[in-house]
């Protein structure tokens, strides 16, 4: 599924889970549910960037 938003919608999306991710990793007792919400955000993160570079170079594609 794709949805589309602005660029300053998906900062904070970004800044959102950066900061709810160091308030996980900053928790002295970690469990299971910090654990898998710790995996799971980081792999949101990482998706977020594939995208951002998929998108950068298919602009730099249509003005080269």
Known sequence: ???D???SEEMTIKSS???RLAKLKSRK???DYVKKEIKKI???LQ???REDEKE???IMKMEG
Do not use: G, P, T
């Open 56 to 58: 950068a170079k298919r």
């Open 42 to 44: 980081e792999l949101l």
């Open 47 to 49: 998706k977020l960037d």
């Open 1 to 3: 599924m794709k949805i």
């Open 29 to 31: 007792h970690k469990d």
């Open 17 to 19: 889970l950066q900061m």
């Open 5 to 7: 938003i602005s660029v």
